[in-house]
T-cell receptor
Framework: DGGITQSPKYLFRKEGQNVTLSCEQN?????MYWYRQDPGQGLRLIYYSQIVNDFQKGDIAEGYSVSREKKESFPLTVTSAQKNPTAFYLCASSAFGRTDTQYFGPGTRLTVL | AQSVSQHNHHVILSEAASLELGCNYS??????LFWYVQYPGQHLQLLLKYFSGDPLVKGIKGFEAEFIKSKFSFNLRKPSVQWSDTAEYFC?????????????FGKGTKLSVKP
């Protein structure tokens, strides 16, 4: 069954702790993305990667880090430097790079206590 | 900076009513246009997209959208909504300009359909 998986669905962390969100795709897509969704704000791009071992900052990259060691995996770390980390995080992928249609995973809701 | 505006934050309709959700964008160059839908508790799904060709695009579940280049608009329509259309709808624009290939989202419109 092809698709994008994100785990966990819900995540709770204490303030000051780093946390890593998982994103895996078995669609053989080249590009992967991380977005943050806040109520009434739409989706905002955090990071994207068009190819393995390469990634670029999006509009709101401060306080986040990523890696792309494998084509199918694009984990996002929310660091303690992120001032307001509580949000819904969505991972997406596209087949042929940034000008292609993006497909989304189910999301991870992170709550920092 | 490029932006996408969705005119309505929350729309409430009765079943069988017609729907039109507005979307305008600010970028003047070549664009790809998308509507995504997020049903309660589900992930964001592609409803329809426009890349080129016929500006009237048909999507899933009876939805359609019309690209009017002169108005920088890509409004979503459905002639008769159902209770199952209750969801949040996002318009998104992909530009080929400075932030090449970035997908810019509107803030979303929540649609509530009363049975």
């Amino acid at each position: 069954d092809g698709g994008i998986t994100q785990s966990p669905k819900y995540l709770f962390r204490k303030e000051g702790q780093n946390v890593t969100l998982s994103c895996e795709q078995n669609l053989n897509h080249d590009a992967m993305y991380w977005y943050r969704q806040d109520p009434g704000q739409g989706l905002r791009l955090i990071y994207y990667s068009q190819i393995v071992n390469d990634f670029q900052k999006g509009d709101i990259a401060e306080g986040y880090s990523v890696s792309r060691e494998k084509k199918e995996s694009f984990p996002l770390t929310v660091t303690s430097a992120q001032k307001n980390p509580t949000a819904f995080y969505l991972c997406a992928s596209s087949a042929f790079g940034r000008t292609d249609t993006q497909y989304f995973g189910p999301g991870t809701r992170l709550t920092v206590l | 900076a490029q932006s996408v505006s969705q005119h309505n934050h929350h729309v409430i309709l009765s079943e069988a009513a017609s729907l039109e959700l507005g979307c305008n964008y600010s970028y003047g160059g070549t664009v790809n246009l998308f509507w995504y839908v997020q049903y309660p508790g589900q992930h964001l799904q592609l409803l329809l997209k426009y890349f080129s060709g016929d500006p009237l695009v048909k999507g899933i579940k009876g939805f359609e959208a019309e690209f009017i280049k002169s108005k920088f608009s890509f409004n979503l329509r459905k002639p008769s909504v159902q209770w199952s259309d209750t969801a949040e709808y996002f318009c998104a624009v992909m530009n080929y300009g400075g932030s090449q290939g970035n997908l810019i989202f509107g803030k979303g419109t929540k649609l509530s359909v009363k049975p």
